[in-house]
């Protein structure tokens, strides 16, 4: 199947686009290589494959919470545009 112009501009139109006549010829041509690949994959052999999401099945894997004492607290500070009781003050989100 061949891209056409009326294709490209009605795609063009959906996305909004304002494409110039002379660039007509390129997209034709990007989107035709688009499709084509997308044509090999689809044909690509999958028997015998297994259906597979992930590479693993873990999820929602997390770390435990650790509290760590940082020695230094008037380093870490010292590029904190507000602070209080040696802590950084932020603006209230509520």
């Known amino acids: 199947m061949e891209v056409s112009k009326e294709e490209i501009l009605h795609i ?10 002379e660039e007509i010829p390129e997209y ?8 084509n690949f997308a044509n090999i994959v689809n044909k690509a052999p999958i028997d015998g494959l297994d259906t597979a999401i992930g590479a693993i099945d873990n ?10 004492v940082f020695e ?4 870490l500070l010292q590029n904190a545009p507000e602070q209080e ?3 950084f003050k932020i603006p209230k989100v509520i």
């Open 12 to 21: 063009a139109n959906l996305a909004k686009l304002k494409l110039k006549e």
């Open 28 to 35: 034709i041509k990007n989107l035709q290589d688009i499709l």
């Open 59 to 68: 999820y929602n894997v997390f770390r435990k919470d650790e509290i760590k």
């Open 72 to 75: 230094d607290n008037k380093a």
């Open 85 to 87: 009781d040696n802590m």
